[in-house]
């Protein structure tokens, strides 16, 4: 069966989920990744990430794993270049950034059986993995949220407190990318 693992650092742990090829999902045929858990079928916590920011899904007529930007005001970065508008393909070891969220492809396998499962992120009882994960540094990148009542620009760390200006929860606001560091 095809599949794309990934793995990302989360409070503190690692995480890996792995991405089937026809997988029941919240969209057939994709994985959508994001910090929306009504919308997303991996979740990530981090307040850059948007909502609904990508999806990975199997081309059968290419062989191969690809990722589509669904939130072109904060692209991903794979491999250090903006996925801005369409597709790109996945290889072993691509560095993804949600945000400011690494996430890594640790494997591709490639074959002729199909599968329809999501399997849940790795927490087998009494196995834990330390070892941190290899991650090249991001590129210089300053990420806000967009309020969905004022429009005004919060940086991340007010994702917990609020619109500092109209006081709207920017639980639902969108993460916009806002401009590089000099």
């Known amino acids: 069966m095809n599949s ?5 650092q989360e409070a503190g742990q690692n995480k890996t989920q792995q ?9 057939p045929g994709t994985c959508r990744i994001g910090r929306d858990p009504v919308r997303c079928d991996i979740v990530l916590s981090h307040p850059t990430v948007s909502g609904l920011h990508i999806e990975i899904f199997f081309h059968s007529q290419q062989q191969r794993f690809y990722i ?7 692209p991903p ?3 250090n270049k903006p996925l ?4 790109m393909s996945l290889s072993e070891g691509s560095i993804i950034y949600l945000g400011q969220q690494p996430v890594q492809v640790i494997a591709i396998s490639i074959n002729s ?14 196995h834990h993995n330390h070892q941190k994960p290899s991650v090249p540094t991001q590129p210089n990148l300053v990420y806000g949220l967009d309020c969905p009542k004022c429009h005004k ?14 006081g709207t929860s920017l639980a639902a606001a969108f993460s916009v990318l806002v401009a590089p560091k000099s």
């Open 113 to 126: 059986f199909p599968a329809t499962m999501i399997v849940p992120p790795s927490a087998k009882p009494g």
């Open 4 to 8: 794309l693992t990934l793995q990302w």
């Open 84 to 87: 801005v508008k369409g597709e």
């Open 153 to 166: 620009i919060s940086p991340p760390e007010n994702l917990q407190i609020g619109c500092p200006w109209c």
């Open 77 to 79: 970065l794979v491999d």
């Open 68 to 74: 589509r930007n669904l939130r072109e005001p904060n």
């Open 19 to 27: 991405i089937y090829e026809q997988q029941n999902s919240r969209n």
